[in-house]
């Protein structure tokens, strides 16, 4: 049961015929249902439906609200970077993008205006955030989560979680977040989506479990299950993480929502169960509250219960658990959410997209060719320049298929060249995108290079090889994105390398660039936020929380690898990545000194000065090494890191508090031990050696 059931729960409970209790349960589909059989599941007592918006949700609503118990039921969406799949809402950068501000509070306010957005759509619960690991990027997925390392990504889903659900969950403007996919999705076999995860649960516990941990700590009202499967058990079926872990050891209790199709997928795709009535009971032991989109549970689930083979207390169980979310979101009392109307894609939400994107772009090299000067002659080349569908990427009104009106994008959008065009002198020839086809030019993009002082090329990938399902074999750059950027090199002119993704791509050649910058996906102003970084408008903040790879061989690159026997690199290519974890350039430089650390009160310190002549923020990243360890522990783990802003000359002393269990490891049974020994502590720019002071010191 949940932990405090109120006796408005606890009566409606008890009023509840089996079938509206198992009817709570499921939640609709309402494009893939249509309107008529979506108005029956709300007479029945469906739960939930999800992607349904405006008068097609108050009808739902007031369908529900007139049946017999008259339970409100919650709509659910996702708004993962916004609430992007309302065409005139204000569309964020993708949650990797947002990852390379490493900034809580940019976190937070992505969450408050994609709440107060959602929320004055009607709507009551965003499927975000997504905490699975990106530690392959061949994934498809990889632009949905903040990168590789489980530190950063539970600080920034805690502060995601914390905008999106407030103080209060029955404000007006606050939604239910949802922490998903629960968990190690993203370390599918060969990263192929929704495969197998050939984990241990030590592992899970040491490296995907702790961003999770975070978003119970941080009061998330759901939990979304994975679709794969952890060493051969689905996690549809995984009471052990579902129930020992999750309730029990972490003390969840919110309700547990499957993904789509789960239920279904143990007998068709996962074939753990002959049919639909085995697949729903080992779903409901299991601990999976609500239903997604398999409803055929409903017919087996009431069939199960009244044959005796399923004890109703489970259901009970689940349905106690969905109204407690519900009461506490305040829908009885209010059933639709109210927001603040007129805020949808508003001014000062807009300023928020712009000022995430700006802090997401990351300078990862640059030979003194940027900024750029407004009285230089810049040709820009590549067509994901001028190409919204790629720069706005996945989950929004164009990527998701139930939606993709066929209407152009929506206005306000600023693409690369536009951004360009309003702060320089800028000629753009497309040249290629990442997809060959017969408008590709490489030719005139050359001769254009000849009247250019400096050439901007964007590189990338689109939609097609994004996403669930379009995982990637290769990272190179696609068509004949290389071949133009060696040709565009060989003019002699100085060349930019701008990297419009979902992922870290191979740049191979384009790394040999005088300048290369990460945009990823930057949303509805990403195009403006570079602009103004390329011109010197913005000082560049952005710091990778992921690593590229040089080569698709090479990975994976993570940075918390494990020590190995034979060294940790390929004959044929560095041990080191292209690019690694935490790094980022800016227009001026720092410099570290004075590491300090209190084994006693376990607090560190470390001064930073900024050294250029340009006032800039900078990100103090720490890390730590156990020397001596009863099972392999990674050659270092970022524990804690803080942002400062610093004029020229400018000098702070950063301190931070650790706790014991930042330096705990999960030995050989799954436990969480302080092993006492040496450490050494790391703190510096980014995770490369070279950036880190080292200290070493006894617990
Ligand atoms: C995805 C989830 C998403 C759900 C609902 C699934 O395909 O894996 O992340 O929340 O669909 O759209």
Redesign the pocket.
């Known amino acids: 049961m949940a932990k405090q059931v109120s006796q408005r729960v606890k009566t409606l409970l008890s009023q509840m015929t089996l079938e509206e209790k198992v009817a709570q349960m499921i939640q609709v589909p309402y494009a893939q249902t249509g309107r008529e059989e979506s108005l029956r599941w709300a007479k029945l007592g469906a739960g939930s439906f999800?992607?349904v918006l405006g008068d097609n949700a108050r009808e739902v609503q007031q369908t529900a609200l007139n049946s017999r118990l008259g339970i409100p039921v919650l709509f659910g969406i996702?708004a993962v970077r916004g609430h992007a799949l309302n065409d005139h809402a204000t569309i964020f950068p993708t949650q990797l993008a947002c990852a390379c501000t490493w900034d809580r509070e940019i976190a937070r306010e992505m969450g408050r205006v994609t709440a107060r957005e959602v929320a004055t759509d009607g709507l009551h619960w965003t499927?975000s955030p997504?905490l699975c690991l990106s530690r392959d990027p061949r994934w498809g997925r990889v632009n949905e989560t903040f990168g590789e390392d489980p530190y950063l990504t539970g600080e920034m889903a805690a502060a995601l979680i914390h905008g999106y659900q407030g103080d209060d969950l029955s404000a007006p403007e606050s939604i239910a977040a949802c922490a998903?996919?629960y968990i190690a999705y993203g370390e599918a076999t060969g990263a192929r989506d929704a495969y197998d995860s050939e984990v241990t649960y030590r592992k899970v516990r040491e490296v995907f479990l702790p961003p999770f941990k975070k978003a119970v700590d941080a009061g998330c009202a759901t939990f979304?299950t994975a679709?794969g499967s952890i060493d051969g058990t689905p996690l549809t079926v995984d009471s052990y993480m579902l129930k020992k872990i999750l309730r029990e050891e972490m003390g969840f209790d919110g309700f547990v929502i499957t993904?789509?199709m789960n239920v279904t997928s143990l007998v068709d795709k996962q074939f753990v169960a002959h049919d639909a009535d085995e697949a729903a009971k080992l779903a409901a032991e299991a601990g999976n509250d609500m239903i997604?989109s398999s409803t055929e549970f409903y017919e087996s689930a009431i069939r199960l219960v009244k044959e005796g083979k399923l004890s109703e207390s489970v259901i009970d169980e689940a349905v106690c658990h969905i109204l407690t979310v519900k009461e506490r979101m305040g829908l009885f009392e209010q059933p639709e959410k109210v927001g603040v109307p007129g805020c949808i894609g508003c001014e000062a939400h807009q300023a928020s997209a712009l000022e995430a994107a700006r802090r997401s772009i990351t300078l990862l090299k640059n030979d003194g060719v940027l900024p750029l000067k407004k009285e230089q002659k810049v040709l820009l080349v590549g067509k994901n320049a001028d190409d919204i569908w790629a720069q706005y990427g996945d989950w929004t009104y164009f990527s998701h298929p139930l939606w993709n009106p066929d209407h152009p994008a929506v206005r306000p959008y600023t693409t690369v060249k536009e951004g360009m065009e309003r702060l320089g002198q800028v000629t753009y020839m497309p040249g290629c995108g990442p997809v060959a086809d017969e408008s590709d030019d490489l030719c005139a993009a050359l001769s254009a290079a000849k009247d250019a002082d400096v050439i901007v090329h964007v590189v990338g990938d689109v939609m097609t090889q994004v996403g669930?399902g379009r995982d990637r074999a290769d990272l190179d750059l696609s068509g004949s994105q290389l071949s133009l950027h060696k040709a565009l090199k060989n003019t002699g002119k100085p060349v930019i390398t701008v990297l419009v993704s979902s992922k870290p791509l191979c740049l191979k050649d384009a790394a040999n660039a005088n300048a290369v910058v990460v945009a990823f996906n930057g949303g509805q102003h990403g195009g403006q936020a570079l602009a103004e970084v390329l011109y010197g408008h913005f000082s560049p903040t952005g710091r990778l929380p992921i690593s590229f790879p040089h080569h698709a061989g090479q990975v994976p690159v993570y940075y918390n690898q494990l020590p190995g026997w034979h060294g940790a690199s390929y004959c044929d290519l560095p041990a080191a990545p292209l690019y690694a974890f935490g790094e980022g350039l800016s227009y001026t430089s720092f410099v570290y000194s004075g590491l300090t650390m209190n084994a006693d009160t376990l607090t560190a310190a470390v001064t930073v000065e900024n050294t250029g002549s340009l006032s800039g923020l900078e990100t103090v990243q720490v890390y730590v090494r156990d020397v001596v360890s009863s099972v392999l522990t990674p050659i270092k783990r970022l524990i804690g890191y803080q942002q400062v802003q610093l004029a020229p000359s400018e000098k702070k002393e950063i301190t931070f508090r650790f706790e014991k269990n930042d330096f705990a490891l999960i030995n050989r049974r799954e436990k969480t031990v302080l092993e006492k020994g040496e450490f050494i502590l790391m703190a510096g720019h980014s995770s490369k050696d070279e950036d880190l002071l080292k200290l070493s010191f006894t617990l």
């Open positions: 999800l992607h996702d499927f997504l998903k996919h979304m679709y993904d789509w997604m669930e």
